[in-house]
């Protein structure tokens, strides 16, 4: 299974904190962003660095940078904003493409009304994000475009994820990488994650 749950102390204390039912928006919303932003360091442990010498306040001295490949975060929306400004927190100069699905109700299918990418994704890594991976639909929706527009290094954040959508994201699309916070039990009938976080949207955007 390409799947990494990151069981940092910091991660399982603020998630902790997160399933609480009666937590509120600000707090809920400073959490997700938080997680979000300790995924990333994770997810990115791999990115190539180059040496270079700068002037130093005793002379040269050789430093690093991140080098070759750049990236962009790909939220979905709405609930993947609420990780947008935890990953741009540790990545400042990431673009940043946008995917919006709706869930049709006749085929149950993601539908998508909004796909707007950053025109070299074929030369980035992408973080897609998104903090619940439910039934997998809507990340293999997004994978696919990704991939249609010539992105090849694709990986997944996501706060919480069901056994479930990790199975489907893993069968269709086995080179993604999923960063988790936690490998919850199941999903329910009305397809939230067990125990979960509840409606992750609403929670970040203090709607319903
Ligand atoms: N989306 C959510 O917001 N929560 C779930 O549990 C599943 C999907």
């Known amino acids: ?22 937590i509120s928006t600000k707090n809920f919303r400073e959490l997700a962003q938080e ?3 300790l995924l990333t360091y994770e997810a990115t442990q791999d990115l190539a660095v180059e040496s270079y010498t700068i002037d130093g306040w005793c002379g040269d001295v050789e430093v690093e940078k991140l080098s070759g490949k750049k990236i962009t975060v790909v939220p979905i929306l ?7 400004d935890g990953v741009l927190s540790l990545i400042p100069s990431a673009k940043v493409s946008v ?17 707007k990418l950053v025109g070299d994704i074929n030369q980035r890594m992408a973080l897609i994000i998104d903090p619940m991976l439910a039934t997998g639909g809507s990340m293999v929706a997004t994978i696919e475009m990704l991939k249609k527009a010539g992105a090849r290094d694709i990986r997944a954040l996501v706060l919480v994820a ?26 329910n ?13 609403d929670k970040i955007f203090g709607t319903k």
């Open 1 to 22: 299974m390409n799947v990494q749950e990151i069981r940092h102390p910091l991660i399982r204390h603020k998630l902790g904190l997160m399933r609480r039912a009666e």
């Open 35 to 37: 997680v979000a932003a």
């Open 78 to 84: 709405r609930a993947g904003l609420g990780m947008l």
């Open 99 to 115: 995917i919006g699905l709706a869930r049709n109700e006749e085929t149950l299918e993601a539908d998508t009304y909004l796909e």
């Open 162 to 187: 069901a056994p479930e959508g990790i199975e489907r994201v893993n069968r269709s699309h086995p080179d993604v990488c999923i960063y988790t916070a936690s490998v919850d039990q199941r999903l």
């Open 189 to 201: 009938e009305q397809g939230y994650i067990i125990p979960g976080l509840g409606d992750a949207g």
